[in-house]
């Protein structure tokens, strides 16, 4: 499956942006998806995820309660709604897939999914 990210932009400490990530392939309702964000000088770290079929949504302890994964299948799209940012999440945003049954343990691994998109970049100015 090919991943196109878009959504970022600028904006102030308490503000939010809606990331959105297309999908191409048949067979994306099935993917578990997730978003990942990299800020300059870390590594990559994992923000929230989803599988595709049950359980509740993961969270990073950082962005729990302030951001919220969604998806819509017959769209072929992955969501991640930030609001009260906060200069802290200033990155690189990025959203992946995969067709593996990951579980608790593994579903935040950024190693353990197969397709990437390009990265979107979020600043929040304080």
């Known amino acids: 499956v090919q991943l196109q990210a878009s959504g970022g932009g600028l904006v102030q400490a308490g503000g939010s942006l809606r990331l959105s990530c297309a999908a191409s392939?048949?067979?994306?309702?099935?993917?578990?998806t997730g978003w990942f964000r990299q800020a300059p000088g870390k590594e990559r770290e994992f923000v929230a995820a989803?599988?595709?079929?049950?359980?509740?949504?993961y969270y990073a302890d950082s962005v729990k309660g302030r951001f919220t994964i969604s998806r819509d299948n017959s769209r072929k799209t992955v969501y991640l709604q930030m609001n009260s940012l906060e200069p802290e999440d200033t990155a690189v945003y990025f959203c992946a897939a995969t067709a593996r049954g990951l579980i608790t343990t593994t579903i935040k691994l950024p190693d353990e999914y197969d397709s990437w998109g390009q990265g979107t970049q979020v600043t929040v100015s304080s």
């Open positions: 989803r599988r595709w079929s049950f359980g509740s949504p």
């Open positions: 392939g048949h067979t994306f309702s099935t993917y578990t």
